[in-house]
């Protein structure tokens, strides 16, 4: 059977053949939901996102600075609205909350070759059932999109997914375009490279090295940065980027690029997946992951904190526990995120 043969090829998740192999298979996934997430047409909107939004986590001017963004939401409330409504009036196979999210992030949001459909399964995706299960009443009620990092905004923005649960860094250039929920997980950006590699860290020893990050991620607009103000080499190559992080691990194994810059939290499963590959210094930024959604779908940010609330004091851990507790670590102190403030008004 297919599932036998995909079992057999990625056993391990490791090497250059499995990458590659599970590259092919994201991209036909990406068409083709297994039987238990049907595909659906897109909602409200095209089906193919225009260009991502590349935004870098320096402080903006004005009144939002990074280090606070994840302050800019709303107080929680059960109460149904406009956009939670028309999620319920959904009919049939129809009536289902669409998230964007990832495919090949291990642990976070990855089609397991090991189960018989493939799977989505980790922290992301336990999150995304939770809030299915408040909002419909059924934690399988929820269809899942792939989203590559680049289109995240565009796939809220056009009405393609009703949100995104998709390791999202929240910042203050991001929420000039969407809204995000309180913080779910606290990360920080860093190197991976080969375990042989001189690369040490962010530092001097990126000079004339390869650098690959992800289109529209964080990373890549911290490197941008931090290179036009003479913080990092300017010698240090960061031209190469790529849809999705796991397209980076594979570069890298490649000999394509001589490091990767993502969130640490994603590095750690990068390095669970490849025994070649280490995280390289300490966390160089502190970032928080929230859920995504329409500026204007406050009572759906506001449902979402709602259970947020709940979820931090009965679930996080559990999938902490099941996930991330191997690659992060059992103390999960460190990836709590703080407590909310919700200072946004309306």
């Not at 997430?37 to 089906?47: F, H, L, N, S, V």
């Not at 941008?224 to 790529?242: F, H, N, Q």
């Not at 280490?278 to 259970?307: C, H, I, P, Q, S």
Request: overall charge neutral; charged content about 25%; hydrophobic content about 35%.
């Amino acid at each position: 059977m297919y599932a036998n043969r995909v079992r057999t090829s990625l056993r391990g998740w490791g090497g250059v053949g499995a990458m590659a192999v599970l590259c092919a298979l994201a991209l036909t996934f990406a068409l083709l939901l297994p039987r238990t997430q049907p595909r659906q047409d897109d909602e409200g909107g095209a089906r193919t996102a225009g260009p991502g939004v590349a935004r870098g986590s320096q402080a903006r001017a004005g009144d939002c600075e990074d280090s606070e963004a994840q302050d800019q939401t709303l107080s929680p409330s059960g109460a149904d609205g406009r956009t939670i409504d028309a999620i319920k009036s959904r009919t049939g196979a129809k009536r289902k909350l669409v998230v964007g999210v990832d495919q090949n992030s291990y642990h976070w949001g990855y089609r397991n070759p090991n189960t018989e459909t493939a799977q989505l399964e980790g922290f992301d995706i336990d999150l995304a059932h939770r809030i299915a299960e408040d909002i419909l009443g059924d934690p399988d009620a929820v269809q899942f999109k792939a989203i590559p990092t680049s289109r995240r905004i565009p796939a809220i923005k056009n009405g393609r997914v009703d949100m995104v649960v998709r390791t999202m860094t929240i910042t203050c250039g991001r929420l000039d375009d969407v809204a995000f929920s309180a913080p779910y997980f606290k990360t920080g950006q860093q190197v991976l490279a080969p375990k042989s590699s001189p690369v040490k860290g962010y530092d001097g020893t990126l000079a004339h090295k390869r650098v690959c990050t992800a289109s529209g991620s964080t990373a890549y607009g911290k490197l941008k940065a931090d290179r036009d103000a003479g913080d990092l080499p300017a010698s240090t190559d960061i031209s190469t980027t790529v849809p999705n992080q796991l397209d980076c691990l594979v570069r890298l194994q490649l000999g394509e690029v001589d490091a990767v810059v993502t969130d640490g939290a994603l590095a750690a499963s990068q390095a669970a997946q490849d025994p070649t590959v280490a995280l390289k210094g300490d966390a160089f930024t502190t970032e928080y992951y929230g859920v995504a959604m329409k500026k204007d779908a406050t009572d759906l940010v506001r449902r979402v904190n709602r259970v947020l609330v709940d979820y931090r004091a009965d679930g996080w851990q559990a999938s902490y526990d099941k996930w991330l507790s191997d690659t992060l670590g059992k103390d999960s102190g460190p990836s709590k995120p703080p407590a909310p403030q919700y200072l946004r008004k309306s």
